[in-house]
């Protein structure tokens, strides 16, 4: 079973940046994807962006440019780099990890992208 724990969410104002953590129980080494979901209020939760095992990521379009996924095998932890925010970025930001076959959750941070 997998653990996952986001900290770094919190307000900012529009054009500024925030950086996500998400701290994992096992190693990651032995994650075969990770990644970051988005939920807004009455939307449905989305992709925003994923990291796969080998290095290779995928992003949300509304997010290209802007946000950069990236994780430290060393100290088992994903991020989720985000500059240039939105007003529309205002969401609760989950990471997820995909391990033996099973997906499992955080619970969330928020994000509140704001002046």
């Known amino acids: 079973q997998v653990q996952l724990a986001e900290s770094g969410g919190g307000l900012v104002q529009p054009g500024g940046s925030l950086r996500l953590s998400c701290a994992a129980s096992v190693s990651i080494f032995s994650i075969d994807a990770m990644g970051w979901y988005r939920q807004a209020p009455g939307k449905e939760r989305e992709l925003v962006a994923r990291i796969f095992g080998g290095g290779s990521t995928n992003y949300a379009d509304s997010v290209k440019g802007r946000f950069t996924i990236s994780r430290d095998n060393a100290k088992n932890t994903m991020y989720l780099q985000m500059n240039s925010l939105k007003p529309e970025d205002t969401a609760v930001y989950y990471c997820?990890?995909?391990?033996?076959?099973?997906?499992?959750w955080g619970q969330g941070t928020q994000v509140t992208v704001s002046s």
């Open positions: 997820n990890a995909d391990y033996s076959l099973v997906r499992y």
